[in-house]
C-alpha cells in the first residue's frame, strides 16, 4: 500500500506562483511512476504532468508546458510541482497520483494511488 499527502495549494493572482508537493510512504519510492492531475468543478480529471520510474523522463499536458515543472527528491519521497506563471484556468484541486510500469503515464486509469488533492484557486 502507498500513501501520498498533497500540499501546497492556495490562493494565488494570476501570474503568481506556487509549489506542490507530494510526500509518499509505505513502500519504495523509486518504483513507481508519478504523476499529477487536477480536476475543476464540473469537468474531467486531467493529466498535467508526470516521471517515468526513477525520473529518466518527464511529460506535461500542452496547457502547462513551459510554466509547470515536475521534480522529485527520492531521498525524501517527495513529487513537486512547481508552477509559475499562473492562469485563472488553472484553479482546481490538484492530485497526486503513483503507479507501476517504466513509462510516463498520463491516462488516469494507469495509477493505482491517489492522494486527497489540494485546492489551487488562481484569481484573475
Known amino acids: 500500500q502507498v500513501q501520498l499527502v498533497e500540499s501546497g495549494g492556495g490562493l494565488v493572482q494570476a501570474g503568481g506562483s506556487l509549489r506542490l508537493s507530494c510526500a509518499a510512504s509505505?513502500?519504495?519510492?523509486?518504483?513507481?511512476?508519478m504523476g499529477w492531475f487536477r480536476q475543476a468543478p464540473g469537468k474531467e480529471r486531467e493529466f498535467v504532468a508526470g516521471?517515468?520510474?526513477?525520473?529518466?523522463?518527464?511529460d506535461y499536458a500542452d496547457s502547462v508546458k513551459g510554466r509547470f515543472t515536475i521534480s522529485r527528491d527520492s531521498a525524501k519521497n517527495t513529487v513537486y510541482l512547481q508552477m509559475n506563471s499562473l492562469k485563472p484556468e488553472d484553479t482546481a484541486n490538484y492530485f497526486c497520483?503513483?503507479?507501476?510500469?517504466?513509462?510516463?503515464?498520463?491516462?488516469?486509469?494507469?495509477?493505482?494511488?491517489w492522494g486527497q488533492g489540494t485546492q489551487v484557486t488562481v484569481s484573475s
Open positions: 516521471f517515468s520510474q526513477i525520473g529518466v523522463s518527464t
Open positions: 509505505g513502500r519504495t519510492f523509486s518504483i513507481f511512476v
Open positions: 497520483a503513483a503507479g507501476f510500469g517504466t513509462k510516463v503515464l498520463t491516462a488516469r486509469g494507469g495509477y493505482a494511488y
